[in-house]
């Protein structure tokens, strides 16, 4: 079965970077998707960044110009590189792979803490 296993999370000021990672292994066979979301307490889980099979990729209007989503695909590797870190991108981010809009498989979440 798919798993998804994030790391990269973690503490840092404002103004900083961080890089995840999302390592998938298992049969990934017909997925043609894989992101983040993120959630903070009294916002809605926000899609970040796409990046597909064929190479497309897409951003949310807030993180646009500073995050950067990319894949290897041997191994099946996902990362959001994450610069010019803002207070308000606290969040739990949340790796997914799946078929279009259609999530199929979810990472366990892993927390980035940006302080002023």
């Known amino acids: 079965q798919v798993q998804l296993v994030e790391s990269g999370g973690g503490l840092v000021q404002a103004g900083g970077s961080l890089r995840l990672s999302c390592a998938a292994s298992?049969?990934?066979?017909?997925?043609?998707?894989m992101g983040w979301y993120r959630q903070a307490p009294g916002k809605q889980r926000e899609l970040v960044a796409t990046?597909?099979?064929?190479?497309?990729?897409n951003y949310a209007d807030s993180v646009k110009g500073r995050f950067t989503i990319s894949r290897d695909n041997a191994p099946n590797t996902v990362y959001l590189q994450m610069n010019s870190l803002k207070p308000e991108d606290t969040a739990v981010y949340y790796c997914?792979?799946?078929?279009?809009?259609?999530?199929?498989?979810w990472g366990q979440g892993t927390q980035v803490t940006v302080s002023s």
């Open positions: 997914y792979a799946g078929l279009g809009l259609v999530v199929s498989h």
């Open positions: 298992g049969s990934i066979f017909s997925l043609n998707a």
């Open positions: 990046i597909t099979r064929g190479g497309g990729t």
